[in-house]
């Protein structure tokens, strides 16, 4: 069992920054590849962005490339996910989460066997 809590959200300008974070613990952090979701009023849950165990691989969605970055320090059992240059759009509950395996960086929910609560961004424009 791993236990995810995702904390950093809030309420910020377009343009603005947030990092949020994703505190670990029960079994060995550093054994998952881990992911951040996010879904908006309405809308399906759609991937953010997933990173290896090791923090070696990363991989992002096309909508957040060149914005957000992931990573992940094993020894503090946390990743996070810096997020700058935000839009209106980017407005969403954040989850993060983790896989089965260590590498596979897996792109869909079902990927994932471990999620966190969410933390609530929203963007105002």
């Known amino acids: 069992q791993v236990q995810l809590v995702e904390s950093g959200g809030g309420l910020v300008q377009a343009g603005g920054s947030l990092r949020l974070s994703c505190a670990a613990s029960g079994r060995t952090f550093s054994r998952n590849a881990m992911g951040w979701f996010r879904q908006a009023p309405g809308k399906e849950r759609e991937f953010v962005a997933a990173i290896s165990w090791s923090g070696g691989n990363t991989y992002y969605a096309e909508s957040v490339t060149g914005r957000f970055t992931i990573s992940r320090d094993n020894a503090k059992n946390t990743m996070y996910l810096q997020m700058n240059s935000l839009k209106p759009e980017d407005t969403a509950v954040y989850y993060c989460?983790?896989?089965?395996?260590?590498?596979?960086?897996?792109?869909?929910?079902?990927?994932?066997?471990?999620w966190g609560q969410g933390t609530q961004v929203t963007v105002s424009s």
């Open positions: 989460a983790a896989g089965p395996s260590a590498t596979i960086l897996g792109l869909t929910t079902g990927a994932y066997d471990y």
